[in-house]
């Protein structure tokens, strides 16, 4: 004979038969708005399942009745944005890379453009805000070692930097005046102390006077009688505070010694004309790109 269920005295509803601590719990049915909502719920889901992809196969899923796609709605979105910019996008191809940034509309585009290529292409190195860091040059400020134009800094994108796959690659070789025995080790560190003097830092006296001279024996012809550099060499300024292996008299002396020369590889190949055009009138805007000596 089954179990008769206890009555609650207060409300006249049965109970479960669950107690916690004398709480007994009542069997009250589910509200009927409840009910009907959980069972729409499962239509709807039922209905959904047949209409759209659901259900995970082997090497796929169901498509669905309707064959709806994510990834084929994506496809269409960006087909038609594609589409809008068409015109865009062949007249940055056509069009000379200054005269993109000259054109006002053509240079907002290009911007934009630029700026989301080098969010994928040129962060790793120049960092997120083209900062750069030690080895990768800030691309915002107005120290350019082969030139601020926008055309010089579409060539360097375009062909890269000592990159061995380009012909026209852009290409400067610093000596290793100690790796080689061109300068001992007191000449070179009289040589960084000049260096530091030039860029206006505390320096040694004496041995920056040393310095001067063999300064102008064995870099002056590449670097400026007064540190300012040589674009048409790829040699850097040094009469700045500027430096992209560090400024310390042992890190100058060091970059003597035996160079770091880095490399940056041509893109035009990778991500094509039209691209590399954008991401150099993005460059150029960043606030540290100069006006061409025609312009």
């Known amino acids: 004979m089954a179990d008769e269920k206890e009555i609650d005295a207060a409300t006249g509803v049965e109970t479960t038969g669950h107690e916690w601590d004398g709480i007994r719990e009542l069997d009250n049915p589910m509200p009927r708005w409840w009910l009907w909502t959980f069972y729409a719920t499962i239509a709807f889901a039922a209905v959904y399942t047949v209409l759209y992809p659901a259900w995970p196969l082997v090497n796929g899923a169901t498509t669905g009745l309707l064959g709806w796609s994510s990834r084929a709605d994506l ?7 594609d589409m809008l910019n068409v015109d865009r996008e062949t007249a940055i191809q056509t069009t000379e ?3 993109i940034a000259a054109s006002p ?23 997120s805000g083209a900062q750069g860091g030690p080895g990768y040059p800030n691309l915002n400020d107005d120290a350019w070692i082969w030139g601020g134009t926008v055309d010089d800094i ?9 990159y061995g796959a380009d012909d026209e690659t852009r290409y400067s070789e610093m000596p290793a005046f100690g790796r080689d025995g061109i300068l001992d080790r007191t000449q070179i560190a009289d040589v960084a102390w000049y260096v530091r003097q030039l860029s206006g830092q505390e320096a040694d006296a004496a041995g920056a006077e040393r310095g001067a001279t063999l300064y102008a024996e064995n870099c002056a012809a590449c670097h400026g009688e007064a540190g300012e550099g040589m674009r048409e060499m790829g040699a850097p300024r040094l009469n700045d505070a500027i430096w992209l292996y560090g400024g310390s008299q042992a890190e100058i002396a060091a970059q003597v010694v035996a160079p770091r020369h880095g490399v ?30 025609t312009q």
């Open 75 to 81: 496809r269409t979105e960006i087909s038609a944005v």
């Open 97 to 99: 890379v200054s005269k």
């Open 105 to 127: 509309e053509l240079r907002q585009y290009a911007v934009a453009a630029g700026r989301a290529a080098f969010k994928v292409n040129c962060v790793q190195c120049h960092g």
């Open 154 to 162: 579409y060539l360097s994108i375009q062909h890269g930097i000592r």
């Open 264 to 293: 940056m590889p041509g893109w035009e190949d990778r991500l094509g004309e039209g691209t590399v055009k954008e991401l150099a009138v993005y460059v150029h805007s960043l606030g540290g790109g100069e006006q061409a000596a």
